[in-house]
């Protein structure tokens, strides 16, 4: 179980994120939406380990952030919101860089190639790659350990609709193995296919928090597209 109790992050005088708690169990998925600057990003960061928390716990299972840093890491993935290095490694090598890093198979490297639909492209640079193959890579990469958590910033963003339902088809495959996922959209009709609770920020706070009991996805999918449209916007 992933556990947050009274997680914060404050800069100076600036409140990037007011205290929350929450807990996600094995196979299930949270999904943060709000506008841009709302704090999904802040949160995700501080899951991630790139950033600390001003106050507060997280343990993933029995271990802690702070406490047990390394074997917290150990047992999590990540997928930042967009690349900033390793433009002029090709594809392939790409992925057995980040592989070798958590001591992931070639098998595997060649198994995650086909996940995400790359295997043609596997000889091309990386800054070669449209917007949505390079989202598709950053998403590979995370695939590649067996790591207990998934923790995804804006993952769809970039992707056409054939890869949108491919992603939402990776994730529910993910969840059926146990997998707990943590990720960001601003598209509710993800959140609502995907998500076991959606949790709404705005300005660094909780504004709301829903599970999904909801056997009518499109129907979801409307509530939180209304909840979505009634945020400030804070960019």
Request: positive net charge; hydrophobic residues 40%.
């Amino acid at each position: 179980m992933y556990v947050l109790k009274d997680i914060s992050k404050r800069y100076k005088q600036h409140v990037a994120l007011a205290p929350l708690s929450f807990q996600v169990s094995k196979g299930e998925c949270l999904v943060l939406c709000g506008g841009n600057g709302a704090g999904k990003s802040t949160l995700i960061d501080i899951l991630a380990g790139i950033s600390m928390p001003s106050s507060g716990a997280v343990t993933l299972e029995e271990d802690s952030l702070i406490d047990h840093r390394k074997q917290y890491l150990t047992n999590i993935s990540y997928m930042p919101d967009d690349f900033h290095a390793q433009r002029y490694l090709t594809v392939r090598e790409f992925l057995l860089f980040y592989g070798s890093l958590r001591s992931v198979s070639k098998d595997k490297v060649n198994k995650v190639l086909d996940t995400i639909g790359l295997q043609e492209k596997q000889y091309a640079k990386v800054k070669e790659l449209s917007k949505g193959m390079r989202q598709r890579l950053l998403l590979g990469q995370a695939l590649l350990p067996e790591a207990k958590a998934i923790l995804l910033d804006e993952p769809t963003n970039g992707l056409d609709p054939y890869w949108i339902n491919q992603f939402i088809q990776i994730i529910k495959e993910a969840k059926k193995n146990g997998t707990i996922i943590i990720f960001s959209t601003h598209m509710m009709d993800v959140a609502a296919e995907l998500g076991d609770e959606i949790m709404f920020l705005d300005n660094g706070h909780v504004v709301k928090q829903l599970k999904n009991y909801y056997l009518n996805i499109p129907e979801f999918t409307l509530k939180l597209l209304s909840l979505h449209r009634q945020l400030k916007r804070s960019d």
